[in-house]
């Protein structure tokens, strides 16, 4: 990557990783076209290779950047001690209401790219994908599951909250008026129906 891209105004730099989250989460990267993503950034294609390089240039650039991102995000809103069940996860999804806040997309790419079979994409990726899987099971290895119900199975529950977020997320994203705060109010609600099925009295 050309490291001028960072001399951008942080706006120009937000509006091209934005477009090119929203692209390769819809189409995947094979299908995905630098066309539609320039157009979507309003910015030429020539712009585009100048700091990229190529196609492949710019997916690997936004791998790395979303998942370092949401790592940071983390960082800030998890504390350090926190080991309760659905207290982390709590901070777990406010860390990603904050990511998507500023990059609405970013989950939907990071999914897309779990899903990624294309070789010279999944190359590209497959260290940082891996390191990013460890960092977010050791978050879930974290939770103290011993006031869940016998019923509760702790790995399952944790699926479910995750499984709803994500529908909701591929819901609300996609329509034309996604706001992160309506957005995490709703999850919440979620999460306290699953929390008050799986807590013991």
């Not at 997916?59 to 809103?77: I, K, N, P, Q, S």
């Not at 011993?146 to 199975?153: H, M, S, Y």
């Amino acid at each position: 990557m050309n490291e001028k891209f960072w001399d951008l105004k942080k706006e120009k730099q937000d509006r091209m990783i934005n477009a090119a989250l929203k692209v390769f989460s819809q189409y995947g990267y094979y299908h995905a076209s630098t066309d539609e993503i320039v157009k979507t950034a309003g910015i030429s294609k020539g712009l585009l290779f100048h700091y990229f390089g190529s196609k492949i240039g710019v997916y690997a650039f936004l791998y790395d950047y979303a998942t370092r991102f949401v790592t940071l995000e983390l960082t800030g809103h998890v504390e350090k001690n926190e080991n309760g069940y659905f207290e982390l996860y709590e901070q777990i999804l406010s860390a990603k209401v904050a990511s998507m806040a500023q990059y609405p997309y970013i989950f939907l790419f990071l999914n897309k790219a779990d899903e990624e079979d294309y070789l010279e994409a999944v190359d590209e990726i497959s260290e940082r994908r891996d390191k990013y899987h460890r960092i977010m099971e050791a978050l879930r290895e974290r939770a103290d599951v011993t006031r869940l119900t016998d019923k509760a199975d702790y790995r399952k529950t944790w699926d479910v909250m995750d499984f709803t977020v994500q529908g909701l997320i591929d819901k609300d994203v996609k329509s034309d008026n996604f706001r992160a705060d309506i957005f995490m109010q709703e999850a919440l609600e979620y999460i306290d129906m699953i929390r008050e099925m799986s807590i013991k009295e």
